[in-house]
């Protein structure tokens, strides 16, 4: 569902103890990491999508054999103009329990290894915190994106790669979609992800906000 509502920022030191936890604490079950491969997303519970070499075709006589299509490069950079995001990416994998480890720098988004490299088949994860103890994180502003809201990816070789949004979502944690996030796609996809919803004392944000956004071609 569209997440109306803009960000409430934190006001005490306490939430500011849970946020760190709150948003990969509960994004659980994310295969081990020798299930990773490079542009192959995975889901909790499930094998590693995608990443098996596929033989190359026989070529034509006389032709040299085809050349392997080059991997695309990590993210280093994200920019959303719509909501005033321009920062850096970091990369996150599992943390030792097994769950998505969470960015060390709110300022900072973070760019999930175990999914696809941005501009690659499948979905690229990114994460963000959506606040701290001194306010606004990077992510704060994240259920403000409309349909059609671009969201551009700069690459290792500055490459600028944008993406259209087509979903913004709420989900309880307990809940976590999962396969909608993590799982196969064709297409050159991209996922933000962030904490929303109601906050507890004990227990940090009780929601993830995620954004679903395709790459725009042509």
């Known amino acids: 569902m569209t997440v109306p509502g803009r960000h409430r920022q934190l006001t005490s030191g306490r939430r500011a103890s849970a946020l760190f936890l709150a948003l990969g604490a509960v994004l659980i079950g994310v295969p081990?990491?020798?299930a990773l491969t490079a542009d192959s997303a995975t889901r909790p519970d499930h094998p590693a999508l995608g990443g098996v070499t596929r033989p190359v075709a026989p070529s034509?006589?006389?032709?040299?054999?085809?050349?392997?299509a080059e991997e695309p490069l990590e993210p280093q950079r994200i920019v959303i103009d719509s909501?005033?995001?321009?920062?850096a990416v970091d990369t996150v994998g599992l943390a030792a329990d097994g769950t998505l480890a969470t960015p060390t720098d709110v300022a900072r988004a973070a760019w999930y290894t175990g999914s696809s490299r941005p501009g690659g088949k499948g979905p690229a994860v990114i994460v963000g915190h959506v606040d701290s103890v001194?306010?606004?994180?990077?992510?704060?502003?994240?259920?403000e994106l409309e349909v059609g809201d671009v969201v551009t990816v700069e690459n290792g070789s500055g490459t600028a790669l944008p993406f259209?949004?087509?979903?913004?979502?709420?989900?309880?944690?307990?809940?976590f979609p999962s396969d909608a996030v993590y799982g196969a796609s064709p297409d050159a996809e991209l996922r933000l992800i962030t904490c929303g919803g109601r906050y507890e004392r004990d227990?940090?944000?009780?929601?993830n906000v995620v954004v679903f956004a395709r790459a725009l071609t042509g």
């Not at 909501?83 to 920062?87: F, K, N, R, S, T």
């Not at 259209?164 to 809940?175: E, G, L, N």
């Not at 227990?203 to 929601?207: E, L, P």
């Open 203 to 207: 227990g940090g944000y009780v929601d």
């Open 83 to 87: 909501i005033g995001v321009a920062a």
């Open 32 to 34: 081990a990491a020798d």
């Open 60 to 68: 034509a006589p006389n032709q040299p054999p085809a050349k392997p």
């Open 134 to 143: 001194d306010g606004p994180a990077v992510f704060a502003r994240l259920t």
């Open 164 to 175: 259209a949004v087509s979903t913004v979502t709420r989900h309880p944690k307990r809940s």
